[in-house]
């Protein structure tokens, strides 16, 4: 098959790969028809560490990806959800589905979860087919009045979103600030808003992102004026929840700055080893910080029905449209954030 395999360090080729096979009885085979690029995946592209992995140097090529959706060509003797022909999307990563904590529906904190796209442990979708283990609970068939694009988001960016901000602990009124507008931030901008807040600061360095959030209806502000601006919205209160979705050093610290004393911040950015909190701010505005990676899965029965029944459409986020040849250039320009991108869709 033909896959977008990780060589090193700002090395992603289009090129062949094996194909993949049945690796347990519970796993399907996915022929990919659609798949994107995460802001995660650039810690991988630019040789970082992701948890105790590090990409700088001496990883043997696999395919990468975490974001891909398609339809069943071939299922396990102990899968009983799926079936051969059906369209279905992925979690970013696959379960154990035995462990306390996939039994008490906190998918994310498994203690066998592996990501898709991160090694040759566990190929990535993008890619012809994919191996996808604990396929009942990894895959949701694609239900009536998703879209193709909100399919993919559902993936990781929309669940990622709704996870981080609910853990704001965002209730109806509340004015919120969302810091860092990549996909993840620009959907939490809309939900924030479809959760009932009634003012959100969206904020971002990059011009298209903060039109993108205007209009939605935020307050889109600049990170060099946000601090003053906020302060003078809120009458020197500060912001009660802040919803920071970048990982970006900058974008951590002004979190801090902007919450208000007794806040919630809840962080979801990937950071680096450099990214730390300034504890003595937390401490003394009495701030609850919450931070974790989203259980895909388990924020499911929560936005489909939004999605289906139109309170989010989550739409003109994918900036741009490829093909999974043209992969090499995709990430080329998503890491330079080049042509206005916001998220790109590669098609099969």
């Known amino acids: ?52 992995a590090n990409y700088s ?11 891909f959706a398609g339809e069943v060509v071939e299922v396990g003797k102990a899968v009983y959800r799926h079936k051969v022909g059906q369209r ?56 009536e009045g998703v879209s193709d694009e909100q ?33 993840i931030g620009l959907v939490g901008v809309e939900l924030a808003f479809a959760l009932g807040a009634s003012a959100v600061y969206a904020i971002d360095p990059v011009a298209n992102r903060r ?23 809120t009458k020197g209160a500060g912001v009660p929840r802040v919803f920071e979705a970048s990982g970006a050093k900058a974008a951590v610290e002004l979190a801090i700055k902007i919450a208000g004393r007794g806040s919630t911040a809840s962080f979801i950015g990937l950071p680096q080893p450099d990214v730390q909190l300034s504890m003595l701010k937390v401490l003394y505005k009495d701030i609850t910080i919450r931070a974790g990676v989203a259980s895909v899965i388990d924020q499911w029965p929560h936005l489909i029905p939004l999605l289906q029944h139109g309170r989010v459409k989550a739409e003109g986020l994918f900036s741009h449209h490829m093909s999974l040849s043209e992969g090499t250039e995709a990430y080329r320009i998503f890491d330079a954030r080049e042509e206005d991108v916001i998220k790109i869709m590669m098609t099969l």
């Open 1 to 52: 098959m033909k896959a977008l395999v990780f060589n090193g360090p700002r090395d992603v080729r289009y090129e062949s790969y094996s194909d993949p096979e049945l690796a347990t009885d519970n796993s399907v085979i996915v022929k990919v028809e659609r798949c994107s690029i995460c802001g995660s995946d650039l810690h991988m592209y630019h040789g970082d560490s992701i948890g105790n």
């Open 57 to 67: 140097e001496g990883v043997e090529p696999f395919c990468v990806g975490h974001e």
């Open 88 to 143: 279905v999307l992925a979690s970013g990563g696959a379960p154990c589905g035995r462990c306390k904590h996939c039994l008490s529906g906190h998918t994310a904190l498994c203690d066998h979860w592996t990501a898709f796209g991160l090694s040759k442990g566990l190929n990535g979708g993008q890619a012809e087919f994919v191996n996808v283990p604990m396929a009942d609970l990894t895959l949701q068939p694609i239900p």
């Open 151 to 183: 399919s993919i988001l559902l993936t990781d960016a929309m669940c990622t979103a709704y996870f981080g901000l609910t853990r704001t602990n965002l209730q109806p009124g509340d004015a919120v600030a969302v810091v860092g507008l990549g996909p």
């Open 211 to 233: 039109a993108h959030a205007a209009g939605l209806g935020a307050v889109a502000l600049e990170p060099s004026t946000a601090l003053p601006m906020i302060m003078d919205g």
